[in-house]
């Protein structure tokens, strides 16, 4: 089996990474290697710090230099820039509180003695980032006398787990939704109608509120439709993950979207172009490159000192256009595979109608550019187009192929399309069921199983005919 090499693994590990980490490493690959600078590579840079040696006439290569005619173990060019009078300093970051934090301050606030604090720090250890308890107080129990050698009853762990309840936010601590509801209902106004009715339908009858058997709630409770919809509404505005308001520090999902590819249109032109910040100008430091050339041209009289530099600074060289050319690399895989793209789904990015799309996969676009389908995968993965019409993920536009009554083939994006249009527009007190839903399809000259709808439905993150309908 052949096995790749630490440059090949690095190069494979740049391709799948999007423009935001690209920029991270980028800089990190700039401290790391003071041979790599950005900026374009320019003849007419001078560098007054090392004179080229005028006294030899011969034409002299950098490759000349890159030769290892002198080998020194990588280990002994290792440096710290670090000296012992150095001290070493740390930006500052202000991190909001955590969710945890958050809960363990307000246990602070409680009066508790030290049996209790050990109970009620362990209990919130076990609140998951959600705000739920998802652990029997029972098993709570048995992991405090064997791990902590604490022994607790279940009755004293539910006096410390009514405390946690009544913490912020409103839910937290429960071990169902049921209960995360019913704790947050039991902090409003109980003297309005409406929140006593919702409440009263949470605590006895959530299992038909769940499965929206409506007509059932109204006749066990005695109340009209209309108290209904007003105790809905009031369910509604609750919060089914109260631990979900908080961010942890390191959490990355808010950041922006940025784009790798550009769509332009230009009179019916398309033609893509790599964001800049895909493609930046990197070169191998000038500094560098004459210092090279002054150490190799004392070939005779190089000291050992001068051969441990000389390796150094080969190494530094040799790093610093490896990466250059990892990056150019990049940048032309990344324009061939979207090139590809485009062509393929041509109609789609000329109109931005999803109906235009066509079946397309990974396979597809490995024999358009002559790639491996893996390495089409990795270019795949997080990348972004910017269009006229919006910013869409290129893993989207690859799609298995459904067959319509003609014999030709179309997308399963454009049959989930046809999907959401259909049960957009429906009638919500009866709602269209899955089969139902291929008679549409079928009507549309697509032929589908209607187990196939009922996958791309709940891929589609759309519940059932019964679930989605309203009084």
């Not at 494979?12 to 790391?32: C, Y």
């Not at 019913?182 to 109980?190: E, G, N, S, T």
């Not at 399809?441 to 196939?452: D, M, V």
Request: with cysteine; charged share 30%; aromatic share 6%.
């Amino acid at each position: 089996m052949q096995k790749l090499s630490p440059k090949q693994i690095q190069l494979i590990r740049l391709l799948e990474v999007p423009i935001m980490q690209l920029n991270q490493r980028i800089k990190s690959e700039i401290e790391e290697n003071p041979a790599l600078e950005e900026g374009r590579d320019s003849t007419n840079d001078s560098d007054d710090d090392f004179p080229e040696d005028t006294s030899e006439q011969e034409e002299i290569s950098i490759d000349d230099y890159l030769e290892n005619d002198d080998y020194v173990p990588s280990y002994k060019t290792r440096t710290n820039n670090y000296s012992l009078d150095d001290e070493p300093r740390e930006t500052p970051i202000t991190l909001g509180q955590s969710f945890h934090e958050s809960l363990m301050s307000q246990l602070g606030l409680q009066i508790l003695n030290e049996h209790q604090q050990k109970l009620a720090e362990y209990i919130i250890g076990n609140i998951d980032e959600d705000g739920y308890l998802c652990r029997d107080l029972e098993n709570i129990a048995d992991d405090l006398a064997f791990s902590q050698n604490i022994t607790a009853t279940k009755e004293e762990l539910q006096q410390i787990l009514d405390i946690i309840q009544q913490f912020d936010p409103a839910g937290v601590g429960a071990r169902t939704l049921q209960e995360c509801l019913v704790l947050q209902l039991k902090r409003r106004d109980q003297q309005q109608q409406t929140v006593r009715n919702a409440t009263l339908m949470m605590e006895n009858y959530f299992n038909e509120f769940s499965r929206k058997h409506f007509d059932k709630i109204v006749a066990r409770m005695g109340i009209t439709e209309e108290d209904l919809r007003a105790a809905m509404t009031e369910i509604l505005k609750l919060n089914p993950k109260p631990g979900g308001g908080y961010t942890t520090p390191q959490d990355r999902t808010a950041q922006p979207i940025v784009p790798d590819f550009i769509l332009n249109n230009d009179d019916g032109n398309l033609s893509i172009t790599l964001n800049e910040r895909n493609a930046p100008d990197l070169r191998v430091s000038k500094a560098y490159t004459n210092m090279l050339e002054t150490l190799a041209r004392k070939k005779d009289k190089r000291t050992s000192q001068d051969r441990v530099a000389l390796t150094f600074v080969k190494q530094k060289i040799e790093a610093a256009q490896w990466f250059i050319d990892a990056i150019k690399q990049r940048q032309d895989t990344l324009l061939r595979t979207m090139n590809a793209i485009l062509k393929h789904q041509y109609e789609y990015f000329a109109t931005g109608d999803e109906k235009m799309l066509q079946p397309m996969i990974l396979e597809d676009i490995a024999k358009a550019t002559s790639l491996n389908p893996s390495t089409i995968s990795r270019v795949a993965s997080s990348k972004y187009i910017q269009t006229e019409f919006g910013i869409f993920a290129l893993k989207s536009f690859f799609s298995e192929s459904i067959l319509t009554t003609d014999g030709k083939r179309v997308s399963a994006r454009r049959v989930k399309s046809i999907l959401e249009d259909a049960i957009g527009n429906e009638d919500k007190q009866n709602p269209l069921t899955d089969g139902e839903l291929t008679e549409v399809l079928q009507k549309e000259e697509i032929l589908i199983a209607r187990r196939t709808v009922a996958k791309y439905r709940e891929q589609l993150g759309i519940p059932v005919a019964r679930m989605r309908k309203e009084i």
